[in-house]
């Protein structure tokens, strides 16, 4: 497998976004955003999207006349040393992405699905069949992950409309939660949960035009961040702020709660398996990633024998944390640093392509 | 390598084949009840209705005393009781099937917190199980009383009861989510259904007298004078103030609370004839539409405006009035307002004095804060015991069911 990825459209490219930037919404987040913004919750994930948007925005549109991956680019605008530390920065944020990403499903499979199961056989499977689909390549994955989207996106739906009963619209106020500086600082701290909308930035060429990336990353992104929106929105109308904060596994304990009736009740397995698909195609998106930003500098021309390099490495990093308290709150952290990283990189290159058009004017002219 | 790739994923699909750390369904024991009891020296007694596969399955089910044991354990915490448990039906209990969990009076006044506050952390319990709170005795004695007539296993009886309770308003279905969510938020009190042993004389309790002008009793659970048929009965409801118990509303009461929260659907209700008092109509009421609550504060004090608006369909005149006559007719909805509003205003009086709020009246004045931080300072309950309540009802007689008027009885005296 060349490092080249290969030629993908507008649905993979929609596909990979969008699984890339889910998984959280199935884990501690939505309740870690509600211990801190309360009830105005809800509006993080649109305020961290816009915000993703403007930047990714930004940076495609300053940068994407030079029609090459993120590597090229920085190597053009930061010279070959700034490209190689940016190169390597991103991949180490995309394997500590993957590594959170393994160790939380992993232990959510253990609590909720297979508690007699033993955790290591279980990051074993997940780092199993990560490493297996990122052997295929990113296509493949890119494809399923749109082919899943549908249920995805079906299967959400399905939960919210089902707990209709236990709705109560008084539990979105005081509608101001925690306050809306607060709601507005949170929101940006939380840019981090798109740092996957990077990926289309990284692999560029295989998108082939510019039109293509800003329209994957517009619906992918959108239908993602419009779907964790939904998700804190009607968990704060099942739960409110007081329990809301409490759970470990928000979606997971929306779908324990359906009870339409004797026969429609007991469907959370159904959403376990959602939940897992959605997890192993963002974990080997994420390992996809950082192969590349780490083959591309060094010039390797194909990933695949650095596969099992990097699971292991996955695997070591997700067994650190010693308990499950520290996994959350070790998650915390990275999505700030990956907020940096959305950030950070992006304007750095925004600027210095600005900066260096500005010097080729005078030289045009 | 191509080899290779095909050797991965048959071993991969070859081992994950069926679950990894999952149990037989023949390895594991079903615990369709749980009642929880306070006993001496801090421990509960923890009552476990078990079912018998084999005994509920299939045309060969049997009746639900065979279906089912009841089991009961000293322990200092459920999570022992469940342990012990295991000691002596040789299965792996599971608790995932529980339906109901029903908690003694005693246990419920000293206050639920530690009991079932934790539960909610366990994976084997969901929201959607029902909470129930006993009337007077203990939850083993219910447990073990609880012989269904209709439905072969108790789970079904809690199901079906449950799912009914908008057929009467008498009982509310509670789940355990909405205890647990009303214990940690900031306005509302938990509340639930409140089960009892009937003694099986026919002897009537009754809890409460009934308003002017209405004809119906008022009853706790166990209270109903029955004869045959299960004798634990399901009706009143248990207030909490925060998770102790402080008080219990009566069946009037309880379908007063059902209108409040929107949970009525219909019920019959008995009036004295307003032109001939000995004799009552029995009229078929449902809501007009939702209850319309206003709660503001004025100078201090909370005023809470309560608009009620209900239908009516004539089921019976015993008197032969003709109450068809829209002259009539409008006497008819002035009885059923004025009962309704006078069974209101008792209900809300008395939660007042308890210091609960079942309705989650509190909830209208949320959208009057601006933060989190502010609500959770604001002291509703102190508010709400000194709230000025104001209750209007109105009631329209539509139908008069398969009758467009009564024609006298002859020779009726």
Known sequence: ?????????????????????????????????????????????????????????????????????????????????????????????????????????????????????????????????????????????????????????????????????????????????????????????????????????????????????????????????????????????????????????????????????????????????????????????????????????????????????????????????SDIGAVVAADTRLVVLLSAGVYGGPLLLSAMAYRKGRRKKPWSA | MVRLTAFICLVAALLTLGCNGARETDEVTFVVSVGIDAAPGGQVNVTYRVVKPSATGGEGGKGSSEASQAITITAPSLAVARDLLNSQVARAPSLSHVKVFVIGEELARKGLGEAIGPLPRFREFRGSMYIHIVDGTTAEKVIRANKPVVEKLPTRWVEGTMGSAGETGYYLRTFLHDFLVRLKAGSGSPYAALVGINSGTGEARLSGQPAAGEKTGEYLAGGIGTRGGNPVQMIGTALFRGDKLVGKLTSEETRMLAMLTGDFRRGYITIQDPLQSKSGVNIHLRPGRRPKIDVDIVDGQMIIGIDIMLEGEVTSIASGINYENPEYNQKLEEQISAVVRADMAKMLRYTQQVGSDPADIGKYLRPRFRTYEEFRRFDFTAKYETAQVDVKVSTQVRRTALMQKTSPIRDRH
């Open chain 1, 1 to 321: 497998m060349s490092y080249q990825p290969g030629r993908m459209g507008v649905a993979e490219g929609i596909g990979l976004t969008f699984v890339v930037m889910l998984p959280r919404v199935f884990l501690t987040s939505p309740a870690v955003t509600i211990s801190s913004v309360h009830n105005l919750a809800w509006t993080a994930p649109l305020i961290n999207w816009v915000v993703t948007l403007a930047v990714f925005w930004l940076l495609a549109k300053s940068t994407v006349h030079m029609g090459s991956d993120l590597y090229d680019v920085s190597r053009r605008l930061l010279g070959r040393p700034g490209a190689w530390v940016l190169a390597l920065s991103y991949a180490a944020l995309f394997i500590l992405d993957a590594a959170s990403l393994l160790r939380q499903f992993a232990e959510n499979t253990l609590l909720t699905a297979l508690p007699a199961a033993e955790f290591r056989l279980i990051i074993f499977w997940y780092i199993l069949f990560a490493a297996v689909l990122v052997y295929f390549g990113i296509e493949g994955i890119a494809r399923a992950a749109y082919l899943v989207m549908p249920f995805i996106v079906g299967g959400v739906a399905a939960v919210v409309l089902l707990l209709a009963p236990f709705y109560d619209v008084y539990r979105l106020f005081p509608w101001q939660g925690a306050g809306l500086w607060t709601a507005a600082r949170r929101g940006l701290e939380l840019a981090g949960l798109n740092f996957g909308v990077l990926l289309l930035l990284v692999l560029a060429p295989s998108f082939q035009k510019p039109s293509t990336i800003m329209t994957a990353a517009f619906f992918g992104g959108g239908v993602s961040a419009l779907l964790r929106t939904l998700v804190i929105l009607f968990f704060l109308l099942a739960f409110g702020v007081g329990v809301g904060m409490e759970k470990m596994l928000p979606f997971f304990e929306m779908s324990r709660l359906v009870y339409l009736s004797r026969y429609v009740q007991r469907i959370e397995a159904l959403f376990i398996v959602i939940w897992v698909i959605t997890g192993l195609l963002a974990i080997a998106i994420n390992i996809f990633a950082a192969l590349y930003l780490v083959a591309r500098p060094l010039g390797l021309p194909s990933l695949r024998p650095l596969v099992p390099v990097i699971a292991m490495i996955v695997v070591n990093l997700a067994v650190i944390p």
